[in-house]
């Protein structure tokens, strides 16, 4: 077997910017950004191509709304491995989140920002997903929000080797929401402690390590 290549999907709005520190642990990684699709299935048909374009063994690596289109990819591209992040068998969204998001005041981005975080404290962190939200702008992050609210996605027939990351302070997606996409997926179900919704940037070297030994499930 070649070496693993790994393909990223990041989360709603983000231009990949948060990832960078993990991708570079991983050799043979993709940071691919969700387009501003309407759609999970449009997301997964836009990249489609940039997938199957990276070798094998492949393993997607999805966040969040990233971890819903790697579902979704999964259905039409090969796939060694999934690990899924932040994320159950669907997110729900609050209406109140998306109205104020289209309201867009002038510290919604940073306030999102923190609000992802464990400890928003930690001002370095919170500046950078500022920065990646910025990169994309809210009008994005609205579209990409609203497709997350609206998708209900199926099982797989067939599920590959999956591994799903919680993050313990995650305040988005409750434990029980990772169980069970993790029970979908016949998967494994690891927590990261002390990390919330990013547990890749907030606590990158567990992380990494996790995902990393997707490796050792492939056959």
């Known amino acids: 077997m070649g070496a693993v290549a790994y393909a990223v999907l990041p989360g709603s709005g983000s231009a990949g ?3 960078e ?8 990684s993709s940071v691919l950004p969700l387009p ?8 997964a048909a836009s990249l489609r191509p940039r997938v199957q374009a990276i070798p094998r063994p ?30 159950g068998f669907g997110i729900d969204v609050h209406a109140s989140v998306l109205a104020r998001i289209a ?29 990646d939200f910025e990169a994309r702008g809210a009008a994005v992050l609205l579209s990409h929000m609203q497709v997350l609210a609206e998708h209900r996605p ?10 799903v990351l919680w993050g313990t302070q995650d305040p988005g997606v409750p434990l029980g929401a990772h169980v069970e996409l993790a029970l979908r997926c016949h998967g494994l179900l690891v927590p990261i402690a002390g990390a919330g919704h ?8 567990e992380t990494v390590r996790w995902i990393t030994a997707a490796e050792r499930l492939l056959n």
């Open 17 to 19: 910017l948060v990832w």
């Open 21 to 28: 520190r993990a991708a570079a642990e991983l050799s043979g």
């Open 36 to 43: 501003d699709e309407r759609s999970v299935p449009a997301m």
């Open 58 to 87: 492949r393993v997607i690596v999805g966040s969040s709304l990233g971890a819903l289109v790697a579902l979704e990819l999964a259905r039409s591209v090969p796939v060694d491995a999934l690990v899924l992040i932040a994320a």
């Open 103 to 131: 309201a867009n005041p002038p510290d919604l981005l940073a306030a999102m920002a923190r609000g992802v975080l464990a400890d928003p404290s930690r001002r370095p962190l919170a500046e950078l997903v500022a920065r």
């Open 154 to 163: 199926e099982p797989l027939a067939d599920p590959p080797p999956t591994i």
């Open 198 to 205: 990013l547990p890749y940037l907030e606590r990158s070297e």
